[in-house]
Nanobody, 124 residues
Framework: VQLQASGGGLVQTGGSLRLSCAAS????????TAWFRQAPGQGREVVGA????????YTADSVKGRFTISRDNAKNTLYLQMNNLKPEDTAVYYC??????????????????WGQGTLVTVSS
């Protein structure tokens, strides 16, 4: 499975970006998929996750109401819509996939497949 993340960039506070993660080699609907982020000097934290058979994604409290994770099965692509961005959202964002049980969805070590990361920078 290969994951290709894109869509990062520089945006002002309050702006929006949409990240994409195009997959090849396996249907994303057969996996749990997620977005993680890693700020300089910090660990990798989950932003949102969605199980293959679920229409009810998990969203981290820190971004709830601002970020939306979604998946387009026809395009085999995972998305992260980010609105009302804040400087503390600045990080490298990674998409991930794997056969992950619900209780482990927030654990980066549970995922087998990773995109290369895309940098999001929010200026104040």
């Amino acid at each position: 499975v290969q994951l290709q993340a894109s869509g990062g960039g520089l945006v002002q506070t309050g702006g929006s970006l949409r990240l994409s993660c195009a997959a090849s080699g396996r249907a994303l609907r057969s996996l749990t998929t997620a977005w993680f982020r890693q700020a300089p000097g910090q660990g990798r934290e989950v932003v949102g996750a969605i199980k293959g058979t679920s229409n009810n994604p998990y969203t981290a409290d820190s971004v709830k109401g601002r970020f939306t994770i979604s998946r387009d099965n026809a395009k085999n692509t995972l998305y992260l819509q980010m609105n009302n961005l804040k400087p503390e959202d600045t990080a490298v964002y990674y998409c991930a996939g794997g056969s992950v049980i619900t209780s482990e969805m927030r654990n980066p070590d549970a995922y087998n497949y990773w995109g290369q990361g895309t940098l999001v920078t929010v200026s104040s």
